[in-house]
């Protein structure tokens, strides 16, 4: 099967009450890993490629390898470009057939959000391709920020709704606390579950959460035992990502713990094995652990079993 749009994915997840992955790749193998964790657990999934992973592997190159693996199966895929804010990235991306676009306007006053927001929806839904925006700041809330400050950074959900009317998104990513990579948190970790509710209630479409690493310890000790050194990492508990799901998320966005896991894997194997030079050896090992990780995901999120 060819790629299908993020809409046809998420918009049977908003029906149906689950959430979807979507999983940034950079190479091959972090794609082969997510491709078969979703045969395994048939289900649907989003791939996640940044303006960054576009300028490390090639736009061509990425592309390729993303068509390959959708041709390769009937589960539902989407190739979403994550965080557009080039809007000539985004113009190529349509070229090179992606079927789901964020921009990411967000650091933009509301106005001018709404205008580049509906800039790229004017070109792409004329192509059947998907939007995604971003509202708020990614920042980690912890408990002694100030009402003020909170309402500074997180999503307003009446500004939400008028949002969706003027620009004509299809899934919006509020921000309720969380924020990328690996050190989400100091304090304790609790994201703005109030806000979301009302968001949901308010634009009755997709919503996604960024920043939904959970930064995992088991994940974190095994990286550790073989000498990295991450101290202080910290990511969104399993739990709340559950909590965000029955309160309207539909897609939930997975980088950091890829990452982390790839880094485990491989030091796993220079430390075993310091004859190794294999590229096969050192990122075999790797592919097979990200596919586990992934797998878990997808049945934490309730996407098993939607393909
Ligand atoms: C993300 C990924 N990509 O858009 O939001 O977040 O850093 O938590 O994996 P993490
Ligand atoms: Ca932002
Ligand atoms: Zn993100």
Redesign the pocket.
Same mark, same amino acid.
């Given at each position: 099967m060819g790629l299908v749009t993020g809409k046809e994915i998420l918009d049977k997840a908003d029906k149906e009450g689950y959430a979807v992955g =979507?999983f940034?790749i950079n190479n091959m193998e972090i794609l082969q890993a997510i491709v078969n964790a979703a045969k395994l657990e048939n289900s649907p999934v989003m791939i =996640?490629v940044?303006e960054g992973a576009i300028k490390y592997a090639g736009i061509d190159y990425l592309t390729s390898l993303v068509k390959t693996a959708a041709e390769s199966t009937d589960i539902p895929i989407a190739l979403h470009l994550? &965080?557009g804010k080039d809007f000539k990235v985004i113009l190529s991306c349509i070229r090179y057939g992606f079927t789901s676009l964020?921009i990411d306007a967000s650091s933009l006053p509301f106005e001018e959000n709404v205008a580049e927001t509906k800039k790229v929806v004017g070109v792409a839904h004329p192509l059947g391709i998907s939007v995604e925006a971003e509202l708020g700041r990614?920042q980690g809330v912890e408990d002694n920020v100030s009402v003020a400050e909170r309402d500074a950074i997180l999503i307003n959900p009446k500004e939400a709704k008028i949002f969706v009317k003027e620009t004509g998104v299809d899934s919006l990513?509020p921000a309720i606390g969380?924020? &990328? /990579?690996?050190f989400?948190f100091k304090g304790k970790a609790e994201l703005d579950f109030e806000r979301l509710k009302e968001t949901k209630k308010l634009t009755k479409i997709p919503l996604v959460? &960024? /920043?939904?690493?959970? *930064?995992p310890k088991e994940i974190l000790d095994q990286a550790a035992k073989y000498g990295a050194k991450i101290p202080g990492a910290k990511? *969104?508990p399993t739990g709340q990502i559950k909590k965000a799901i029955e309160n309207g998320i539909n897609k939930v966005?997975?980088?950091?713990?890829?990452?982390l896991t790839l880094t485990g894997a491989i030091r796993k194997v220079f430390y075993e094995s310091p004859e190794q030079f294999d590229p096969r050896k050192i990122l075999g090992p790797a592919r097979d652990s990200m596919s586990d990780l992934v797998r878990k995901k997808m049945k934490l999120l309730g996407s098993s079993g939607k393909a």
């Open positions: =979507a940034n =996640a940044s994550d &965080h964020m990614l990513a969380t924020s &990328h /990579g690996a989400k959460l &960024h /920043g939904a690493s959970s *930064v990511g *969104v966005n997975i980088d950091t713990d890829l990452r």
